[in-house]
Every structure is written in structure tokens, then in C-alpha cells.
């Protein structure tokens, strides 16, 4: 064995480069950040919210793409929180020992990493191609594809941390099953709950490659789900490879807003589970 | 559960849990459709990975029949001619997501051991979340920092060197040749390294915190250095684990779309170099769609790209659970 200060060395070099390792994923962070601001920034002016995508050199804005992704993420959610709710609830109360439950539970997490790009493909042939045409429904169903196993996970990881004690005296009191779960396992696991649906949106809110062959986008003004839609992503996509300066400005701009509000999402998420432990 | 009593003569009770078995017929069929919608949304999971891999496995049927099991080792892609191939996909795929965990790895040890054993206790908490949110910026937003930011920085500082210094060598010089174009496969790989890095990271530290007090406090007491505790008891330790995190990070970089498509340089030809341009299949699919009409062998053969894709990831994935759970059950 090699003598005390050299092992004292070694562990000491070590832990400097660990350090250092982790203090370059800090600077990474930041880099990143840093890059946002400075190239969005300037670009976020006013018409970035009151105009629409136009053609290069008129001054155009991403509302429409904003909208566009708002609308698309709300009917996401309204799909796939419920679903993944009582998926998530499946798992850790009724289907917690089934087989059902175990294929179940192994499906959700292949689902909650399984390439995103893969979902859209799936929506474009189980939906788009038979249907005729891009569509912001088409769209929305992807993103709640993705929503579903976010919600499913830690809704179950959630409910798993209800004492069993609570549901067996709330059985006691002759209440039923949907009465002990909606009144008194979920309500217990309600910050967890919340905490999994914001980060469910924040997922959703970044998506890019599942958006490409559904609600493809769209550069005017369209509220109308049954056509194609706009939507911050997809515009980002198509300015940042765009020759021109001013929608590569905007698509900086774009980039900043989706990075913000989805780190504010999950830092908020965040606080609301460690507020509530 | 046939309760006769009532709720209502607890007033606290009866604020927490209603009125209880006073609707006991209505009670009972809610609680039927209740317990069928739980099972219901629980079989829609299963059924929803079925569909995906049986819809993506019928669209690239016709690629399939037309090419045969060619497909999977052929170098060509030409819409011209209608002759298509996989190889130089997978390859991008495979060698891509292998250059990210190959810098992700060491990077991920150092920062779980930095997280678990040296940070300061009131430290750990917060950097531990700020590198968590590397994991929480969109893949595009990846994309545009890696085309802007990193690509011109490969080209000026990094790969002329290595082409200067390495491009000449024997036997792995093939590697580090051809012009500094700042995108390519290793641009793509450190990109995907980054995105991955929070990933391994986490589940390193989840599984450093399991090891139990007991074995590492007998490893210091035989006069172990942190280092080598670390390396000799806590690694040990969560070995299984540790490697299903790595397979999950490379799952994740196999499917990886966005962030690679802005880099890779999007070329379906075969190349060894790390310089080069090259295309996963989440970047051929992403870049090609565009251009493919429905009912073409084009879009067919995307499509049997996407099902390979979803193979490769489910086996990786699969795997990475496999190995995840099976030490945390020790």
C-alpha cells in the first residue's frame, strides 16, 4: 500500500477535480443562461407579443406562436392529467401487486424516456395521415402522450408516501374506495401531486421534435384546432435556421421566454414540494 | 363495506370524509365506475406503448418488404433512386450517444462524489437542484447554443489541434481527420453530454445516499481516505445501479432529436470521422419529413427508421430499469 501523504495526495487531487467537475456544470448552467439573455434580450421588445410571424424585415412578433403553444399545452393537460392521475393512482393503490400494475408501471417509465420525436411519428400515423391534414388537436395529443408517464410517476410516488394508516381509518369509517382516494389519499398527497403537473407542463412547454409532424405550425393567426398551429417551439425551429438576422433575433427571443418560464416551473415546483414536506 | 353508522354526528368528520353511508346504493356504483376508470387508465398506459410500437411497426411495414433486412445494413439514402438504407443512421445513433456517455461518465462520478461527500452540507441542496435544471432546458434551446455557441468554438479551438495532432496517427487517426466544419458527430455527443449529465448524475447520488452508514463508517474506521471509500465501498456498493443510470443516459441520447439536429450536420453518408457530418435517425427523421410525401417509400422508410429507433431504445431502456431496480432491492 502506498504511503499516508501519497494517498493524502491523491485524495485531495481527487476531490479538486470533483470539484472543479461540478463547478463547470454550474458555469455550463449559466453559460447557457448567459447566452439567452444576452442575445434575446434585446430582441424582446413590445411586438414580440402583440404581432404576429411575418416575413423577414416587417417587424413581426411570435403571438400567434405563443398562443398557438398556450392553447396546445392547456388541452395537453386537460387530456393528460386526468388520465395520468388515476394511471398513477392505479399503480399505487389498486394495481400496486397486480401484474397489470407491474407491466404497467415498467411501460410508464419506458414511456416517461422513450424519444419524443417517436410520439409525434405515432400521432402522425394514428391520427394525422388517416385524418387528411396537421392539426393543432393533433398537436395537443402528442404533448399529452408525453404529459401522461410525468403525471403517472410522481403521482405514484406521491401516493406511496401516504400512510397506510390514513386510508385503512378513512376504510374503517365505511367509506368507499373513491371517497378515501379523492378525499383523503390525494388531498394528502396534494403538494406532490401539484409538484408533478407543473413539471408535466414545463415538459410539455419545451417539446419541439413531437409538434414537427402534428400541429406542424402555422405564421398566421389561427385559433382553429382542426388546422395546422403555430407554436413557440416549431417557430423557434424555423427562425434560428433561417438566413435572416431579425428572425434569428426573434427566435433568440423566443428561446429565452421557453427557458425561462420552464425553469421557473420547475424551480417553483420544486419549492412547493419542499415548502409542503 | 357495508357501513350502517353515519358520519354525521362528528361534525370534524363529517368535514373530512362526508356523510358516510347515507347514499349507499349510489355510493356503490360510483365506487364500481371509480375502481374501472383506475384500472381502465391503467391499461391505456400498457395499450398506448403497444399502439406506438405496433403503429410505427405497420408505417415502415412497406420499407421492410421492399428492402427486406437490407434495410438494417445498407449505407444508402437516395430519394432519387428510392434506395434506402439504415446503417448510416444507427451508426450515428449508436456512435453519437456513445461519444456523450463517454463524456458524460467521468464528469457525473465527480460531481456525485463532489454532491455526496464533499460539498458542504447547506450547499448540497441548492447546486444540487442547479444542476438539475441543465436537465430542464428544452432540447431546442440546446440546439441553438450548440450551432452558435459551441460549433464555432469546435472549428476555431478544438478540432484543428486535434486534427493536426491526431489526424496523423496510426490505426485511430482516421478518426480525427478531415476539415474543422465546428459541427459533426463530437459536437453532437458533447452537446447530448451535457443534457445527459444531470441524468447519471442524479441517480449516481440517489445511489451513493443508499449505501449504508454502517459499511463506509467501517471503511474509515480501517483508515480509508474519503477517495477511497468512495471507490471501494460506496461504488462497489451501487454497481448495478450506477451502470442502469449510465444505460439510462444513454437512452436518453439515443432518441435525442432537437439539440442534434442543429449540429450533427445532417449528411447520409457514411463517415468515421468525429468531424464530420453525420445524421442519427431522430435527425433524418426530423430533417426529412418535410420533403416526404405520404405513401412514398420515403416517408415508409422514416417510418421504419422511428421503429428501430423505439427498439434500440426500449432494449436500452429496458435494461437500464432492469439493472436500477434489482439493487435497489438489495
Known amino acids: ?277 | 363495506m357495508d357501513a350502517t353508522m353515519s358520519g354525521a354526528g362528528n361534525p370534524a368528520m363529517g368535514r373530512a370524509i362526508g356523510p358516510i353511508g347515507s347514499e349507499k346504493a349510489v355510493g356503490r356504483l360510483s365506487d364500481r365506475v371509480f375502481v374501472a376508470s383506475l384500472w381502465g387508465s391503467g391499461i391505456f398506459v400498457l395499450v398506448l406503448l403497444g399502439l406506438i410500437i405496433a403503429m410505427l411497426f405497420e408505417g415502415g411495414l412497406p420499407a421492410f418488404q421492399a428492402f427486406g433486412l437490407d434495410f438494417l445494413w445498407t449505407a444508402a439514402w437516395n430519394p432519387v433512386t428510392e434506395n434506402f438504407g439504415a446503417l448510416v443512421m444507427i451508426y450515428g445513433t449508436i456512435f453519437s450517444a456513445v461519444i456523450a456517455v463517454v463524456i458524460a461518465l467521468p464528469l457525473s462520478f465527480g460531481i456525485a462524489f463532489f454532491l455526496s461527500e464533499i460539498a458542504p452540507q447547506a450547499l448540497r441542496k441548492p447546486i444540487g437542484v442547479a444542476i438539475q435544471l441543465l436537465a430542464a432546458v428544452p432540447s431546442i434551446i440546446y440546439g441553438m447554443w450548440g450551432f452558435f455557441i459551441i460549433s464555432p468554438l469546435m472549428a476555431a479551438y478544438v478540432q484543428p489541434p486535434l486534427i493536426d495532432l491526431l489526424g496523423p496517427l496510426p490505426v485511430i487517426g482516421f478518426l480525427f481527420q478531415g476539415p474543422a466544419l465546428g459541427g459533426g458527430m463530437l459536437t453532437a455527443g458533447l452537446i447530448m453530454a451535457v443534457m445527459i449529465l444531470p441524468f447519471i448524475t442524479a441517480m449516481f447520488v440517489e445511489t451513493l445516499e443508499s449505501v449504508p452508514p454502517m459499511l463506509k463508517e467501517s471503511a474509515y474506521g480501517v483508515g480509508g481516505t474519503t477517495y477511497e471509500v468512495y471507490k471501494n465501498v460506496s461504488i462497489p456498493y451501487g454497481r448495478t445501479a450506477m451502470v442502469g443510470a449510465v444505460m439510462l443516459g444513454l437512452g436518453r441520447a439515443l432518441g435525442e432529436t432537437m439539440a442534434v439536429t442543429f449540429v450533427i450536420g445532417n449528411a447520409t453518408r457514411l463517415s468515421a470521422s468525429l468531424f464530420a457530418p453525420g445524421a442519427t435517425i431522430a435527425s433524418t427523421i426530423a430533417n426529412e419529413f418535410p420533403e416526404a410525401a405520404q405513401g412514398t417509400l420515403k416517408l415508409d422508410s422514416l417510418l421504419a427508421l422511428g421503429f428501430i429507433l423505439f427498439v434500440i431504445s426500449f432494449i436500452v431502456l429496458a435494461l437500464s430499469r432492469f439493472l436500477v431496480r434489482s439493487n435497489l432491492k438489495n
Open chain 1, 1 to 277: 500500500m502506498a504511503s499516508l501523504a501519497v494517498r493524502r495526495a491523491k485524495d485531495s487531487t481527487i476531490k479538486a477535480i470533483s470539484t472543479a467537475f461540478a463547478v463547470f456544470a454550474l458555469f455550463l448552467l449559466a453559460w447557457i443562461l448567459f447566452t439567452l439573455i444576452q442575445k434575446g434580450l434585446p430582441a424582446l421588445g413590445l411586438n414580440v407579443f402583440t404581432r404576429i410571424t411575418l416575413p423577414p424585415g416587417q417587424n413581426g412578433g411570435l403571438l400567434n406562436a405563443i398562443v398557438g403553444s398556450l392553447i396546445q399545452i392547456a388541452i395537453a393537460m386537460l387530456i393528460g392529467t386526468p388520465i395520468g392521475l388515476m394511471a398513477g393512482t392505479f399503480l399505487a393503490e389498486n394495481g400496486k401487486t397486480t401484474k397489470v400494475g407491474h407491466v404497467a408501471r415498467f411501460v410508464n417509465d419506458i414511456l416517461l424516456s422513450a424519444p419524443s420525436i417517436l410520439v409525434g411519428l405515432f400521432v402522425y400515423t394514428f391520427l394525422v395521415a388517416p385524418l387528411g391534414g396537421f392539426s393543432g388537436w393533433a398537436g395537443a395529443i402528442a404533448l399529452a402522450i408525453l404529459v401522461i408517464p410525468v403525471v403517472v410517476r410522481t403521482t405514484e410516488d406521491m401516493l406511496n408516501l401516504v400512510p397506510v394508516g390514513l386510508r385503512e381509518a378513512a376504510f374503517a369509517l365505511g367509506a368507499p374506495q373513491w371517497k378515501v382516494v379523492m378525499l383523503v389519499t390525494w388531498r394528502a398527497a396534494q403538494a406532490g401531486i401539484v409538484t408533478g403537473i407543473l413539471l408535466a407542463i414545463a415538459r410539455a412547454a419545451g417539446e419541439t421534435a413531437p409538434l414537427l409532424f402534428t400541429s406542424l405550425g402555422n405564421n398566421s393567426w389561427s385559433l382553429d384546432l382542426s388546422r395546422p398551429m403555430a407554436s413557440l417551439p416549431i417557430a423557434i425551429y424555423q427562425y434560428a435556421g433561417s438566413p435572416f438576422d431579425d428572425w434569428v433575433s426573434l427566435a433568440w427571443a423566443g428561446a429565452l421566454l421557453i427557458t425561462v418560464g420552464v425553469l421557473v416551473l420547475n424551480i417553483l415546483a420544486r419549492l412547493f414540494l419542499a415548502r409542503t414536506k
